[in-house]
């Protein structure tokens, strides 16, 4: 089966511009979620989707960070503008259910900020 | 905010030898705990997982073992190949989220 596909895998941008990362998940997984990787660290969760629907977004930064999954498969998340402590691998993965299940992910997106 | 920990950042083993990736949480609440896998410039990838009702759990070179006493879950990688350097995650699943520590990197020497 085919895996979560990201794109682009590597963005550089300037400070205060905007960018943006989307993500494919494995068919027929209802559950989708942004991470952030910041080098040396472990994923922490922006955002988790269920379906069209955000299930949590409390570490989202909501004035720069948004994220949307229009149709319920792909997703993208966009920051504007963007920050030096912004760079950092996004990773999206999917999971089948909610809950106690194995989330897959993707290679990730890794943003530099200069 | 994060109640995974790791005791140590790095470990080095030789081939061939046993691995152990020790991991702390403080949630009692976490039902369900997977270990995932990060080599370099990759996503991380699932290994193994186990539920709270269990006490350990074994794939194949990999064992998961689970003590709710003291919140401490260890994978046990055996007879450690080069390709099994990586970082190693623990992550725990609280309210339909999953929460990582900041990982062990595993080196294995030649």
């Known amino acids: 089966e085919a895996g979560v596909a990201q794109s682009p895998r590597y963005k550089i941008i300037e400070k205060r511009q905007s960018v943006a990362f989307w993500c494919n998940p494995i068919?027929?997984?209802?559950?989708l979620y942004w991470y952030q990787q910041i080098l040396g660290q472990g994923p922490k969760l922006l955002i988790q989707f269920q379906n069209n629907g955000v299930v949590d977004d409390s570490q989202l930064p909501k004035d720069r960070f948004s994220a949307e999954r229009l149709k319920g498969v792909d997703s993208t998340l966009k920051i504007q503008p963007a920050k030096l402590e912004d760079s950092a691998v996004y990773l999206c993965?999917?999971?089948?259910?909610?809950?106690?299940?194995?989330?897959?992910f993707g290679q990730g997106t890794r943003l530099t900020v200069v | 905010g994060e109640s995974v920990g790791l005791h140590l950042p790095t470990l080095s083993v030789q081939e061939g030898d046993n691995s152990i990736i020790n991991c702390a949480y403080s949630n009692s609440a976490s039902d369900y705990f997977i270990w995932y896998k990060q080599e370099s410039g990759k996503g991380p990838q699932f290994i193994i997982d186990i539920r709270s009702n269990m006490d350990k759990r074994q794939g194949q070179r990999v064992t998961v073992l689970l003590n709710k006493t003291v919140k401490h879950l260890s994978l046990q990688i055996a007879a450690t190949q080069p390709g099994d350097s990586a970082v190693y995650f623990c992550?725990?699943?609280?309210?339909?989220?999953?929460?990582f520590g900041t990982g062990t990197s595993l080196t294995v020497i030649p």
């Open positions: 068919s027929g997984h209802a559950t």
């Open positions: 993965a999917s999971s089948l259910l909610q809950g106690n299940t194995e989330a897959f």
């Open positions: 992550a725990e699943n609280r309210g339909n989220q999953f929460y």
